[in-house]
Protein backbone atom coordinates (compact mmCIF):
# COMPACT_ATOMS: atom_id res chain seq x y z
CA UNK A 1 0.00 0.00 0.00
CA UNK A 2 2.66 2.16 0.95
CA UNK A 3 4.98 1.68 -1.77
CA UNK A 4 1.94 2.37 -4.46
CA UNK A 5 0.92 5.48 -2.76
CA UNK A 6 5.03 6.40 -3.07
CA UNK A 7 4.41 4.85 -6.26
CA UNK A 8 1.67 7.07 -7.32
CA UNK A 9 4.08 10.06 -5.80
CA UNK A 10 6.49 9.55 -8.05
CA UNK A 11 4.17 9.01 -11.61
CA UNK A 12 2.58 12.56 -10.30
CA UNK A 13 5.85 14.25 -9.98
CA UNK A 14 6.72 12.90 -13.49
CA UNK A 15 3.54 13.92 -14.97
CA UNK A 16 4.42 17.71 -13.90
CA UNK A 17 6.50 18.60 -16.42
CA UNK A 18 3.62 17.99 -19.21
CA UNK A 19 0.87 19.20 -17.47
CA UNK A 20 3.25 22.94 -17.18
CA UNK A 21 3.50 22.25 -21.00
CA UNK A 22 -0.43 22.02 -21.41
CA UNK A 23 -0.91 25.20 -19.15
CA UNK A 24 1.23 27.27 -22.18
CA UNK A 25 -1.02 29.01 -24.91
CA UNK A 26 -2.80 26.79 -27.26
CA UNK A 27 -1.06 27.60 -30.57
CA UNK A 28 -3.71 27.74 -33.88
CA UNK A 29 -2.00 28.94 -37.38
CA UNK A 30 -3.84 31.23 -40.29
CA UNK A 31 -1.94 31.02 -43.55
CA UNK A 32 -3.53 32.72 -46.65
CA UNK A 33 -2.10 32.76 -49.97
CA UNK A 34 -2.24 36.85 -50.54
CA UNK A 35 -1.00 38.66 -47.19
CA UNK A 36 -0.82 41.95 -49.18
CA UNK A 37 -4.32 42.16 -50.10
CA UNK A 38 -6.44 44.12 -47.68
CA UNK A 39 -9.22 41.51 -47.16
CA UNK A 40 -6.51 39.19 -45.77
CA UNK A 41 -5.09 41.52 -43.46
CA UNK A 42 -8.73 41.97 -42.16
CA UNK A 43 -9.47 38.30 -41.41
CA UNK A 44 -6.43 38.19 -39.67
CA UNK A 45 -7.30 40.92 -37.54
CA UNK A 46 -10.26 39.36 -36.71
CA UNK A 47 -8.82 36.23 -35.89
CA UNK A 48 -6.45 38.14 -33.78
CA UNK A 49 -9.35 38.96 -32.20
CA UNK A 50 -10.62 35.74 -31.65
CA UNK A 51 -7.36 34.67 -30.36
CA UNK A 52 -7.30 37.57 -27.26
CA UNK A 53 -10.81 36.59 -26.39
CA UNK A 54 -10.24 33.14 -26.37
CA UNK A 55 -7.26 33.04 -25.35
CA UNK A 56 -4.87 31.09 -27.69
CA UNK A 57 -1.83 32.57 -29.87
CA UNK A 58 -2.03 33.40 -33.39
CA UNK A 59 0.57 31.83 -35.61
CA UNK A 60 -0.07 34.32 -39.00
CA UNK A 61 1.65 33.28 -42.41
CA UNK A 62 1.70 34.12 -46.01
CA UNK A 63 1.50 31.15 -48.02
CA UNK A 64 2.24 32.31 -51.86
CA UNK A 65 3.08 29.28 -53.36
CA UNK A 66 3.04 25.71 -52.43
CA UNK A 67 6.34 25.16 -51.36
CA UNK A 68 6.01 27.93 -49.00
CA UNK A 69 2.57 26.38 -47.73
CA UNK A 70 4.11 22.83 -46.80
CA UNK A 71 6.85 24.87 -45.40
CA UNK A 72 4.89 26.75 -43.12
CA UNK A 73 2.27 23.61 -42.29
CA UNK A 74 5.68 21.52 -40.83
CA UNK A 75 6.79 24.95 -39.34
CA UNK A 76 3.60 24.65 -37.19
CA UNK A 77 3.69 21.56 -36.46
CA UNK A 78 7.26 22.22 -35.46
CA UNK A 79 5.89 25.09 -32.70
CA UNK A 80 3.45 22.57 -31.65
CA UNK A 81 0.39 24.15 -32.78
CA UNK A 82 -2.68 22.38 -32.76
CA UNK A 83 -4.20 23.19 -35.58
CA UNK A 84 -4.95 26.01 -38.69
CA UNK A 85 -7.22 27.47 -40.92
CA UNK A 86 -5.85 27.74 -44.92
CA UNK A 87 -7.14 29.58 -47.88
CA UNK A 88 -4.67 27.71 -50.15
CA UNK A 89 -2.80 29.56 -53.27
CA UNK A 90 -4.40 26.96 -55.39
CA UNK A 91 -7.53 25.11 -54.34
CA UNK A 92 -5.91 21.85 -56.01
CA UNK A 93 -3.22 21.29 -53.22
CA UNK A 94 -6.22 20.33 -51.08
CA UNK A 95 -4.80 16.47 -50.77
CA UNK A 96 -1.47 17.91 -50.18
CA UNK A 97 -2.64 20.00 -47.13
CA UNK A 98 -4.66 17.21 -45.57
CA UNK A 99 -1.98 14.80 -45.81
CA UNK A 100 0.59 17.16 -44.18
CA UNK A 101 -2.37 17.68 -41.48
CA UNK A 102 -3.35 14.05 -40.68
CA UNK A 103 0.55 13.15 -40.32
CA UNK A 104 1.48 16.28 -38.15
CA UNK A 105 -1.91 15.62 -36.06
CA UNK A 106 -3.27 19.00 -36.57
CA UNK A 107 -6.92 20.03 -37.74
CA UNK A 108 -8.00 22.14 -40.60
CA UNK A 109 -10.21 24.12 -42.00
CA UNK A 110 -10.01 26.39 -45.23
CA UNK A 111 -11.47 29.45 -45.29
CA UNK A 112 -12.72 31.53 -48.95
CA UNK A 113 -11.47 29.20 -51.51
CA UNK A 114 -12.72 25.52 -50.91
CA UNK A 115 -9.82 22.83 -51.50
CA UNK A 116 -10.36 20.23 -54.15
CA UNK A 117 -8.90 16.59 -54.48
CA UNK A 118 -7.15 15.41 -58.02
CA UNK A 119 -10.85 15.17 -59.69
CA UNK A 120 -11.62 18.87 -58.49
CA UNK A 121 -14.04 17.54 -55.51
CA UNK A 122 -14.32 19.02 -52.67
CA UNK A 123 -12.73 17.84 -49.61
CA UNK A 124 -14.96 16.55 -47.54
CA UNK A 125 -13.15 16.13 -44.30
CA UNK A 126 -11.95 19.68 -43.97
CA UNK A 127 -14.67 21.65 -42.42
CA UNK A 128 -15.13 25.00 -44.96
CA UNK A 129 -15.73 28.34 -44.76
CA UNK A 130 -16.58 30.89 -47.51
CA UNK A 131 -19.13 33.14 -49.65
CA UNK A 132 -21.89 32.33 -51.25
CA UNK A 133 -20.22 32.92 -54.62
CA UNK A 134 -22.91 32.66 -57.09
CA UNK A 135 -25.37 35.14 -55.30
CA UNK A 136 -23.18 37.38 -54.50
CA UNK A 137 -22.25 37.51 -58.55
CA UNK A 138 -25.95 38.00 -59.40
CA UNK A 139 -26.10 40.69 -56.70
CA UNK A 140 -23.03 42.35 -58.48
CA UNK A 141 -24.97 42.12 -61.83
CA UNK A 142 -28.45 43.26 -60.25
CA UNK A 143 -26.63 46.35 -59.03
CA UNK A 144 -24.85 47.18 -62.47
CA UNK A 145 -28.00 46.60 -63.59
CA UNK A 146 -30.33 48.81 -61.51
CA UNK A 147 -27.37 51.74 -62.16
CA UNK A 148 -27.61 51.32 -65.64
CA UNK A 149 -30.84 51.90 -65.46
CA UNK A 150 -30.83 55.16 -63.85
CA UNK A 151 -28.54 56.10 -66.01
CA UNK A 152 -30.81 55.47 -69.07
CA UNK A 153 -27.89 52.74 -71.07
CA UNK A 154 -29.34 50.72 -73.76
CA UNK A 155 -28.47 47.04 -72.40
CA UNK A 156 -27.15 46.08 -76.06
CA UNK A 157 -24.71 48.37 -76.27
CA UNK A 158 -22.98 48.08 -73.55
CA UNK A 159 -19.48 45.77 -73.25
CA UNK A 160 -19.52 43.61 -70.22
CA UNK A 161 -16.32 42.85 -69.33
CA UNK A 162 -15.49 39.72 -66.47
CA UNK A 163 -12.37 39.51 -64.86
CA UNK A 164 -11.79 35.99 -64.74
CA UNK A 165 -10.09 33.39 -62.89
CA UNK A 166 -11.91 30.48 -63.50
CA UNK A 167 -9.37 28.11 -61.62
CA UNK A 168 -10.95 28.74 -59.19
CA UNK A 169 -14.20 27.46 -58.50
CA UNK A 170 -15.65 30.80 -56.22
CA UNK A 171 -14.34 33.23 -58.42
CA UNK A 172 -15.93 31.08 -61.81
CA UNK A 173 -19.02 31.19 -59.19
CA UNK A 174 -19.01 34.40 -58.38
CA UNK A 175 -18.43 35.96 -61.94
CA UNK A 176 -21.24 33.39 -63.81
CA UNK A 177 -23.72 34.92 -61.22
CA UNK A 178 -23.33 38.53 -62.45
CA UNK A 179 -23.51 37.46 -66.02
CA UNK A 180 -26.64 35.52 -65.51
CA UNK A 181 -28.53 38.50 -63.34
CA UNK A 182 -27.06 40.64 -66.22
CA UNK A 183 -28.08 38.30 -69.50
CA UNK A 184 -31.48 37.25 -67.67
CA UNK A 185 -32.44 40.96 -67.76
CA UNK A 186 -31.62 40.89 -71.07
CA UNK A 187 -27.91 41.70 -71.81
CA UNK A 188 -26.88 39.67 -75.06
CA UNK A 189 -24.49 36.79 -74.52
CA UNK A 190 -22.33 38.06 -77.14
CA UNK A 191 -21.00 41.71 -75.17
CA UNK A 192 -19.87 39.49 -72.52
CA UNK A 193 -15.99 39.76 -72.67
CA UNK A 194 -14.03 37.28 -70.74
CA UNK A 195 -10.82 38.47 -69.64
CA UNK A 196 -8.70 35.92 -67.69
CA UNK A 197 -6.12 37.13 -65.29
CA UNK A 198 -2.93 35.42 -64.64
CA UNK A 199 -3.38 36.01 -60.53
CA UNK A 200 -6.27 37.54 -58.64
CA UNK A 201 -4.55 41.25 -58.04
CA UNK A 202 -5.11 44.46 -58.97
CA UNK A 203 -2.28 43.95 -61.29
CA UNK A 204 -3.08 41.07 -62.92
CA UNK A 205 -6.86 42.48 -63.83
CA UNK A 206 -5.33 45.60 -65.08
CA UNK A 207 -3.71 43.92 -67.77
CA UNK A 208 -6.03 41.49 -68.24
CA UNK A 209 -8.92 44.30 -68.90
CA UNK A 210 -6.48 45.82 -70.94
CA UNK A 211 -6.25 43.22 -73.39
CA UNK A 212 -9.80 43.09 -73.45
CA UNK A 213 -10.50 46.53 -74.35
CA UNK A 214 -8.53 46.61 -77.05
CA UNK A 215 -9.60 43.87 -78.95
CA UNK A 216 -13.11 45.00 -78.07
CA UNK A 217 -13.17 49.05 -78.98
CA UNK A 218 -16.43 48.80 -80.53
CA UNK A 219 -17.99 49.36 -77.11
CA UNK A 220 -18.35 52.99 -75.76
CA UNK A 221 -19.55 52.00 -72.38
CA UNK A 222 -18.90 49.35 -70.25
CA UNK A 223 -19.69 47.28 -66.58
CA UNK A 224 -17.10 45.42 -65.37
CA UNK A 225 -16.80 43.06 -62.41
CA UNK A 226 -14.68 40.21 -61.30
CA UNK A 227 -13.74 37.49 -58.08
CA UNK A 228 -12.98 40.87 -55.80
CA UNK A 229 -12.41 44.26 -55.47
CA UNK A 230 -9.12 43.74 -57.12
CA UNK A 231 -10.54 42.38 -60.15
CA UNK A 232 -12.87 45.23 -60.63
CA UNK A 233 -10.32 47.68 -59.72
CA UNK A 234 -8.01 46.82 -62.43
CA UNK A 235 -10.58 46.54 -64.62
CA UNK A 236 -11.29 50.36 -63.17
CA UNK A 237 -8.01 51.68 -63.82
CA UNK A 238 -7.71 49.97 -67.49
CA UNK A 239 -10.69 51.91 -68.77
CA UNK A 240 -9.13 55.15 -67.10
CA UNK A 241 -6.40 54.56 -69.26
CA UNK A 242 -8.23 54.72 -72.66
CA UNK A 243 -9.90 57.60 -71.63
CA UNK A 244 -13.29 55.49 -70.36
CA UNK A 245 -14.17 57.52 -67.39
CA UNK A 246 -17.05 56.64 -65.05
CA UNK A 247 -19.75 58.52 -67.42
CA UNK A 248 -19.17 55.51 -69.71
CA UNK A 249 -18.04 52.82 -67.19
CA UNK A 250 -19.65 50.89 -64.25
CA UNK A 251 -17.53 48.37 -61.59
CA UNK A 252 -18.64 46.52 -58.62
CA UNK A 253 -16.16 44.06 -56.63
CA UNK A 254 -16.85 41.94 -53.81
CA UNK A 255 -15.05 42.27 -50.54
CA UNK A 256 -15.62 45.93 -49.23
CA UNK A 257 -12.25 45.75 -47.47
CA UNK A 258 -9.88 48.66 -47.89
CA UNK A 259 -9.29 48.71 -51.38
CA UNK A 260 -12.82 49.65 -51.65
CA UNK A 261 -12.81 52.38 -49.12
CA UNK A 262 -10.19 54.11 -50.76
CA UNK A 263 -12.17 54.70 -54.34
CA UNK A 264 -14.99 55.55 -52.34
CA UNK A 265 -12.90 58.28 -50.19
CA UNK A 266 -11.60 60.11 -53.35
CA UNK A 267 -13.23 62.83 -53.91
CA UNK A 268 -14.15 62.89 -57.12
CA UNK A 269 -15.95 59.30 -57.93
CA UNK A 270 -14.36 56.97 -59.67
CA UNK A 271 -15.73 53.72 -62.18
CA UNK A 272 -15.71 52.06 -59.40
CA UNK A 273 -19.69 52.11 -57.99
CA UNK A 274 -19.95 49.71 -55.17
CA UNK A 275 -19.04 46.37 -53.94
CA UNK A 276 -20.57 43.65 -52.20
CA UNK A 277 -19.61 44.10 -48.72
CA UNK A 278 -18.49 40.64 -46.84
CA UNK A 279 -17.89 39.99 -43.93
CA UNK A 280 -13.79 39.04 -43.30
CA UNK A 281 -14.57 39.15 -39.45
CA UNK A 282 -16.83 36.07 -39.68
CA UNK A 283 -13.92 34.44 -42.03
CA UNK A 284 -11.59 35.29 -39.60
CA UNK A 285 -12.87 35.31 -35.93
CA UNK A 286 -15.01 31.90 -37.10
CA UNK A 287 -12.93 29.93 -38.65
CA UNK A 288 -10.16 30.68 -36.04
CA UNK A 289 -12.27 29.79 -33.03
CA UNK A 290 -13.66 27.05 -34.74
CA UNK A 291 -10.58 25.36 -34.85
CA UNK A 292 -9.45 26.29 -31.19
CA UNK A 293 -12.80 24.88 -29.93
CA UNK A 294 -12.40 21.60 -32.42
CA UNK A 295 -8.41 20.96 -31.21
CA UNK A 296 -9.06 21.65 -27.20
CA UNK A 297 -12.83 20.50 -27.38
CA UNK A 298 -13.71 18.19 -29.72
CA UNK A 299 -16.12 20.14 -30.96
CA UNK A 300 -16.01 19.40 -35.03
CA UNK A 301 -16.88 22.47 -37.10
CA UNK A 302 -19.70 22.28 -39.64
CA UNK A 303 -18.46 20.51 -42.85
CA UNK A 304 -19.65 24.16 -45.44
CA UNK A 305 -20.65 27.36 -43.99
CA UNK A 306 -21.69 30.12 -46.37
CA UNK A 307 -21.81 33.89 -45.79
CA UNK A 308 -23.80 36.42 -47.78
CA UNK A 309 -23.16 40.08 -48.58
CA UNK A 310 -24.64 43.11 -48.90
CA UNK A 311 -24.28 45.97 -51.86
CA UNK A 312 -22.38 48.96 -50.29
CA UNK A 313 -21.90 52.12 -52.84
CA UNK A 314 -20.14 55.21 -51.69
CA UNK A 315 -23.52 56.48 -50.19
CA UNK A 316 -23.94 53.43 -47.98
CA UNK A 317 -20.79 52.84 -47.13
CA UNK A 318 -20.20 53.86 -43.70
CA UNK A 319 -23.30 53.20 -42.47
CA UNK A 320 -23.50 49.44 -43.46
CA UNK A 321 -19.99 48.93 -42.60
CA UNK A 322 -21.21 49.98 -38.85
CA UNK A 323 -23.90 47.66 -39.16
CA UNK A 324 -21.57 44.86 -39.93
CA UNK A 325 -19.44 45.40 -36.91
CA UNK A 326 -16.40 46.25 -38.81
C1 LIG B 1 -10.92 34.62 -52.50
C2 LIG B 1 -10.38 35.87 -53.16
C3 LIG B 1 -10.20 36.97 -52.12
C4 LIG B 1 -11.48 37.16 -51.32
C5 LIG B 1 -11.90 35.87 -50.68
C6 LIG B 1 -13.20 35.97 -49.93
O1 LIG B 1 -9.93 34.03 -51.75
O2 LIG B 1 -9.16 35.62 -53.81
O3 LIG B 1 -9.86 38.16 -52.78
O4 LIG B 1 -12.50 37.60 -52.17
O5 LIG B 1 -12.05 34.87 -51.68
Not at 36 to 56: S, T, V
Request: contains cysteine; aromatic residues 6%.
Amino acid sequence: MKMQRRAALALALLATPFALQAAEPVKIGFLVKQAEEPWFQDEWRYAEQAAKDKGFTLVKIGIPNGEKMMAAIDNLAAQKAVGFVICAPDVKLGVAVNRAAKRHNLKVMSVDDQLVDGAGKPIADIPHMGISGYEIGKQVGQGLLAEMKARGWKLDEVGVLRVAFDQLPTARDRTMGAVDALKAAGVPAANVVDAPQAKTDTESAFNAANIAFTKNAKFKRWVAFGLNDEAALGAVRAAEGRGIKQDAMLAIGIGGSQTALNEFTKPTPTAFYGTVLISPKRHGYETATAVFEWATAGKTPPPVTLTSGILMTRQNQAELRKQMGL
